[in-house]
């Protein structure tokens, strides 16, 4: 088992501990939040794993300061968390809610009186119902809505905030929400996705100008879920598809931020589906960043099937026996690849690995422990192998596991349990695991 240590890493790493609002934050009807569409979807029967909903979730907006001790006993150095949209924007545009924004104001000086650097998401999917209502991410307009927003929280937190990462997960928040319908708004609807993936995009190189305007030290980058993407044979047309779909997967977003406009093969592929794009959108979208932030998971095969959307591609399944609770293939070497790819074929600057974690079938035991070896290994084989990558000269900054605290996992509801903080939903009493005791002791070495 590799045994990393954090003194082989820069002084200056930051080691974090990653949430969202709409999973942790509860308090859904309070000081003038208006509904999501995560909300709208979670009412819907059938959506989401055993009817669940975020009305409470983790309470963390009534039980911050207890959340943040606990990031300071970890020992962790810095808190990635995003901020909820129709909070601050109950209509999605338009009157500002300052009460929303006095709960972020204050998490961050908790954070920072506690030495913790502050590292603010934008969107983590919690778009405003008010802005679906107008057609949502596939609407333009919602691009120039998502810069209002960005607006409106960076001139009341940029004297405080530096790290901004305006975007997670791409992917999810537009073909799992608008083409696969897993994910709120719940639609299957291809040409819609795919304008959506670029309004998106388009919407996080509107925003950049605007923190940096705001935020003069701002450092601002974008969170992608990047997958190494292997064939699930060695046939021609398996090969194919495996271009293919790291076209969609990985190209699809990364070419355009970094200049050389969405990719050709997927742009034919998706023919009639293929994305409006305006004059001048190419050169807003690759404004230069200060980091990419990657969040890892798992590696994909794929196969080729003509009748599969969007690229006639299929994820199949491998043999591989080490999973977790997501049946995710745990695979640290593909960390190391894709750092090193990115490297190759970007050179997007410094990275930060924004999301690492894992889920598990954790359970108290009569002590009231929580004896989470998988996780533990899961976490320092994937330190080991960023480790890796910056030994091959990659320029990695930071390491944020995924996630602080138990919370709600989307279509899974409250049956997938990401945390190094156990979270009782009933009591919503907190208890360390091992995992986070693990990584309390590999950051004070
Ligand atoms: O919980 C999610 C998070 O919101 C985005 N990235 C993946 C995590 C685990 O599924």
């Not at 970094?258 to 690759?286: C, F, N, V």
Request: charged fraction near 25%; charge should be negative.
């Amino acid at each position: 088992m590799p045994n990393p240590r954090r003194s082989q890493f820069p002084a200056d790493f930051r080691w974090g501990l990653s949430t969202s609002a709409f999973q942790v934050e509860g308090a859904a009807n309070v000081d003038g939040r208006a509904a999501s569409i995560w909300d709208t979807f979670c009412a819907e029967p059938g959506r989401i794993r055993g009817g669940a909903t975020a009305t409470q979730a983790c309470e963390h907006y009534d039980r911050s300061d207890e959340d943040l001790s606990l990031i300071k006993t970890i020992g962790a150095n810095a808190y990635r968390f995003s901020v909820s949209w129709p909070r601050i924007l109950p209509n999605g545009r338009g009157t500002v809610n300052v009460a929303g924004l006095d709960f972020y104001d204050r998490l961050i000086d908790g954070l920072i009186e506690r030495g913790i650097d502050p590292w603010l998401t934008l969107y983590h999917w919690d778009l405003p119902q008010a802005l679906q209502d107008k057609g949502g991410w596939p609407n333009r307009d919602t691009a120039f809505a998502f810069e209002e927003f960005a607006d409106a929280v960076s001139r009341r937190v940029g004297d405080r905030v530096r790290n901004w990462i305006t975007h997670n997960e791409p992917w999810c928040s537009t073909i799992k929400g608008y083409f696969e319908g897993e994910f709120a708004p719940g639609l299957k609807d291809l040409g819609a996705a795919i304008q959506s993936t670029h309004h998106v995009l388009l919407s996080h190189g509107l925003a950049i100008p605007v923190l940096r305007q705001n935020v003069p030290q701002a450092l601002c980058g974008i969170a992608l879920s990047l997958h190494p993407i292997f064939a699930a044979s060695e046939s021609e047309a398996d090969h194919a598809a495996m271009v293919r779909h790291d076209g969609i997967r990985n190209r699809w977003f990364l070419d355009p931020l970094y200049g050389s406009g969405y990719p050709e093969d997927i742009l034919a592929e998706l023919g009639a589906s293929a994305p409006t794009i305006q004059s001048g959108d190419i050169d807003i979208i690759s404004t230069p960043t200060d980091f990419l932030g990657v969040n890892y998971y798992f590696r994909e095969f794929v196969a080729d099937d003509a009748k599969e959307l969007p690229v006639r591609t299929r994820v199949t399944e491998t043999a591989a026996a080490d999973r977790t609770g997501f049946n995710w293939e745990v695979y640290p070497e593909g960390l190391t690849d894709l750092l090193q790819r990115l490297e190759r074929d970007y050179r997007p600057g410094p990275i930060v690995v924004t999301e690492n974690g894992a889920t598990y079938p954790d359970e108290l035991d009569p002590e009231g422990a929580i004896k989470d070896s998988d996780r533990v290994s899961f976490i320092r084989r994937h330190i080991d192998a960023l480790h890796l990558a910056m030994k091959g000269g990659v320029d990695v900054k930071g390491y944020f596991v995924w996630s602080l605290l138990d919370n709600f996992e989307w279509a899974e509801g409250y049956s997938k349990r990401f945390g190094l903080v156990h979270v009782d939903f009933q009591t919503q009493k907190r208890t360390m695991k091992d995992s986070a005791k693990w990584y309390s002791e590999f950051l004070r070495n």
